[in-house]
């Protein structure tokens, strides 16, 4: 299961989420420049159990070493699809989290789902000697706090089955149990052995995601944190959207709403919106042109319902504006 987006729009623009997305990048290549010392590198900025439950091992580094790499190694990555992987999670899932808690109680939610979640890999594998890296356990937290926040919000997910790829809508519950129990499965088939995937990291980060969003939730926002979010504010929808039409049976065109900003409507934009209709999806480039009104029309010819007869409907997009006040 491949999450698409998210169909729950945030209110601010993430810049924290964002940022974390930054430096993990920026980390990865740092990693990538140290060529034949990269293993290390991640030896030393990883996470490595026995360094802790080993004395001999442990002689060999400072206490501020072996702290920092808490924290270091939910920034470094074993590969492209891994640092794919997980940034991609995050971007689709943390800017409603920061959207919720405001940019620095996310940054310590984040944080703190990350460190926790080395302290559950090395739980159960106390004498691995073995470095974890990646940022799975804090993007796990994410996705536990998501899962409290947005139950019922929808994830367009993308299903390969075998070479042809679905789409499907399905609510956070459903996506973040598959996701949650892939895992836990995962896990326990590994129990006592030596495994490339720090499994019980990412159990822990979605289960400490889950208490911390409790927690965090009861300090209060700032008014530094409001001044943030205010200055963070979008200006755009999101530039990909589910649209389903409607249309009457003996009516070949099908009807619809778009959602844009006043500042887009103003400029011009364009989305990519996904036509659920029927078992097939449609994945359309929307142009709107600049000086667009609420109540416009957009008409994209051969785009509606395919009648008895061969005619091809249009499909028929109505503008509206979503301001993203709060």
């Known amino acids: 299961m491949i999450p698409i987006r998210d169909i729950n729009p945030a209110k601010t623009v993430p810049v924290v989420n964002y940022a974390i997305i930054g430096l993990n990048v ?7 420049l140290q060529g034949g010392d990269m293993a290390r590198f991640v030896y030393y900025y990883g996470l490595v159990p026995s360094r802790y439950s080993s004395p001999e091992i442990a002689a060999y580094f400072s206490f501020g070493q072996q702290a920092f790499s808490f924290l270091s190694f939910m920034f470094l990555h074993g590969g492209f699809l891994h640092i794919i992987g997980n940034m991609w999670f995050l971007y689709i899932f943390g800017d409603n989290v920061e959207d919720h808690l405001g940019p620095y109680r996310y940054l310590a939610f ?23 890296v990646g940022a799975s356990g804090a993007v796990a937290g994410v996705m536990g706090a998501y899962l409290i926040l947005y139950p019922r919000a929808k994830v367009l997910t993308l299903v390969p089955i075998i070479i042809i790829p679905f789409f499907f809508e399905l609510p956070a519950f459903v996506f973040m149990g598959l996701w949650f129990l892939i895992q836990f499965l995962n896990a326990a088939a590994s129990f006592g052995n030596a495994t490339d995937i720090a499994w019980w990291a990412h159990i822990g980060g979605f289960l400490f995601g889950i208490l911390f969003l409790r927690l965090l939730g009861r300090v209060p926002s700032t008014g530094v944190t409001q001044f943030t979010q205010q200055l963070a504010e979008r200006k755009t929808t999101h530039r990909l959207q589910v649209i389903r039409p409607t249309g009457p049976v003996d009516d070949p065109n099908l009807y619809g709403t778009i959602m844009i900003t006043p500042h887009e409507a103003l400029r011009g934009t364009q989305k990519v919106v996904n036509i659920p209709w029927g078992f097939h999806n449609q994945m359309i480039r929307v142009t ?29 997009l109505t503008v509206a504006f979503e301001a993203y006040q709060r």
Do not use: Q
């Open 26 to 32: 920026f980390v990865f290549l740092a990693e990538l």
């Open 110 to 132: 984040y944080l703190l789902c990350g460190v926790l979640s080395g302290v559950s890999h090395m739980l159960f594998n106390i004498h691995s000697n073995v470095p974890v």
């Open 288 to 316: 709107v042109p600049a000086d667009t009104r609420e109540g416009n029309i957009l008409r994209l010819a051969d785009m509606g319902k395919r009648m008895p007869d061969g005619r091809r409907g249009d499909l028929m």
